[in-house]
């Protein structure tokens, strides 16, 4: 079993640890819709780069109640 040799200091500690923090979320705002939403993710509408990528249910609900 390995064996420190010797203890590691707060300071050898702090510096091993400075690279361990989260950085904050980048955000962007949709061309189309104005919605704020993380990088290379669709926002929370379905709409992705301002094309509609995924319908509301509710939208779906009503083409298909006229159709």
């Known amino acids: 079993m ?5 203890k590691k200091s707060r ?3 702090g510096m091993r640890r400075s690279h361990d923090a989260l950085g904050k979320a980048t955000l962007s705002v ?3 819709t ?5 990088r290379h993710h669709i ?3 379905g709409y992705y780069k301002g094309k509609e990528i995924i ?3 509710v ?3 009503q083409e298909s ?3």
């Open 2 to 6: 390995a064996v420190h040799k010797s």
């Open 59 to 61: 939208e779906a609900e």
């Open 43 to 45: 926002s929370p509408k």
């Open 55 to 57: 319908k509301q249910k």
């Open 30 to 32: 949709d061309v189309g």
């Open 34 to 38: 104005g919605e704020t939403h993380l």
């Open 65 to 67: 109640d006229e159709g």
């Open 11 to 13: 300071s050898c500690r």
